[in-house]
């Protein structure tokens, strides 16, 4: 036995399935935390929500074409400077996590092995530690020779020469690189939350139901149209 039910036809329309409320959100850490996180000795680093791989596009085009301070500029950034006194390997780690070269406790490693190797007099292994560091600090921004971990002499000579100057330089850099991409994010957040706020607005309105009175008011005004 067929009836009109078993006839009946229902009309879905299928879209690519959402997920709601889950959106990754980009956690910028300032200099600050990394002190805290260094004298804390924590075990592990929120620091793969502070690296700017992914960001690039938000670099300003004048941080692209080169150092931003002259390596003899260390005396301007003073505050980087007198905290180098102790907290030399926590801010070398923080400028390649940064970056994305090397996770911050990796970094940290790496640093007080360099920071060894000077003080026994085995420089060239620390500079060329750091110099590697530092071309591919420049790939990333670049302005480098576009090889990964691929090592420029002038780097490492950088690093036997001064050290400190190159630290500082690192440093100034990445600090202006990441507070401009820092407020690129910002103001595009602000955006999509102004944005979403006034879709829900829009969404809470009112639905406005004609009254008899608008009803006959319209039906006059087409009556004296015709």
Same mark, same amino acid.
């Given at each position: 036995?067929?009836?009109?039910?078993?006839?009946?036809?229902?009309?879905?329309?299928?879209?690519?399935?959402?997920?709601?409320?889950?959106?990754?959100?980009?956690?910028?850490?300032?200099?600050?935390?990394?002190?805290?996180?260094?004298?804390?000795?924590?075990?592990?680093?929120?620091?793969?929500?502070?690296?700017?791989?992914?960001?690039?596009?938000?670099?300003?085009?004048?941080?692209?074409?080169?150092?931003?301070?002259?390596?003899?500029?260390?005396?301007?950034?003073?505050?980087?400077?007198?905290?180098?006194?102790?907290?030399?390997?926590?801010?070398?780690?923080?400028?390649?996590?940064?970056?994305?070269?090397?996770?911050?406790?990796?970094?940290?490693?790496?640093?007080?092995?360099?920071?060894?190797?000077?003080?026994?007099?085995?420089?060239?292994?620390?500079?060329?530690?750091?110099?590697?560091?530092?071309?591919?600090?420049?790939?990333?921004?670049?302005?480098?020779?576009?090889?990964?971990?691929?090592? %420029?002499?002038?780097? =490492?000579?950088?690093?036997? /020469?001064?050290?400190?100057?190159?630290?500082?330089?690192? $440093? #100034?850099?990445? +600090?202006?690189?990441?507070?401009?991409?820092?407020?690129?994010?910002?103001?595009?957040?602000?955006?999509?939350?102004?944005?979403?706020?006034?879709?829900?607005?829009? %969404?809470?309105?009112? =639905?406005?139901?004609?009254? /008899?009175?608008?009803?006959?008011?319209?039906?006059?005004? $087409? #009556?004296?149209? +015709?």
């Amino acid at each position: 036995h067929t009836s009109l039910t078993d006839l009946y036809l229902s009309m879905v329309e299928v879209q690519q399935p959402t997920l709601e409320g889950q959106e990754a959100k980009m956690v910028f850490l300032d200099v600050q935390d990394y002190v805290v996180l260094a004298s804390t000795g924590a075990h592990s680093s929120p620091a793969d929500q502070a690296a700017l791989q992914g960001y690039t596009q938000y670099i300003p085009e004048e941080h692209q074409t080169g150092w931003l301070f002259g390596t003899c500029d260390w005396y301007k950034s003073k505050v980087t400077c007198c905290s180098l006194i102790v907290l030399l390997p926590a801010r070398l780690a923080y400028t390649w996590d940064t970056v994305g070269i090397v996770p911050y406790w990796k970094g940290v490693r790496q640093a007080m092995m360099c920071c060894g190797l000077y003080l026994l007099g085995c420089w060239p292994c620390g500079a060329f530690i750091a110099g590697q560091n530092r071309s591919d600090l420049k790939d990333f921004l670049g302005f480098g020779d576009g090889v990964k971990s691929n090592i %420029e002499m002038a780097d =490492i000579c950088w690093y036997i /020469l001064c050290p400190i100057c190159s630290v500082v330089q690192e $440093a #100034a850099h990445v +600090d202006k690189v990441f507070a401009a991409v820092r407020a690129v994010v910002a103001a595009e957040a602000a955006e999509k939350a102004k944005a979403k706020h006034q879709e829900d607005e829009d %969404e809470e309105k009112p =639905i406005e139901v004609p009254t /008899l009175q608008s009803m006959f008011d319209e039906g006059i005004n $087409a #009556a004296a149209f +015709d």
